[in-house]
């Protein structure tokens, strides 16, 4: 396995980012990841050459950039267990946006689950593994909330519960 994305991701956060901008590591890690593995599908390499340059510049969102990347199909550099984790990816934004969480909350949570994607691709086959521990966490927390909320509307930002309505 390839560890320069993990590399990568800690290198751009370890990088002061501008108090108004959110760090765009999480974006050009993933994006590099699938530009250099050649094991990528056609269908995600050219949709992130065209898209991923325009998600890192902010000309679209992140939630439209992991929802594609969600539900693209990436090839043999792809996993199953990706789709859970851009929905994840998606669901903190729109929470982010809604503005139910600061900056620093979401940056740690997309920090959290991009880590989770990739130490899953570093495990191998016990990636899978961890990222259902993962869901299975989230999802027990979330099902004592109160008062009762739809739990695939929310997620865990730290030990604070926040969802998108």
Known sequence: MNPLPTLLLAA???????????????LRVLSS?????????????DWNRKNGKRAIAGEISREFYYRVLGFLDWGA???PYFKPIFIELQKAWTIYSNRRVTEAEYTAKEAELINL?????????????????????????LIRL???????????????????D
């Open 12 to 26: 751009f956060l370890a990088l002061p980012a501008p108090a108004f901008a959110l760090s765009d590591a999480p």
């Open 33 to 45: 990841y699938i530009d250099s593995n050649a094991n990528c599908s056609e269908q995600i390499a």
């Open 77 to 79: 550099c792809g996993r």
């Open 117 to 141: 994607l990739f130490s899953a691709l570093q495990a191998g086959d016990a990636g899978e593994a961890m990222v259902r521990r993962y869901e299975q966490t989230i999802a027990a927390k």
């Open 146 to 164: 109160e008062p009762e909320r739809q739990f695939f509307n929310c997620t865990y930002f730290g030990d604070q519960p926040k969802c998108t």
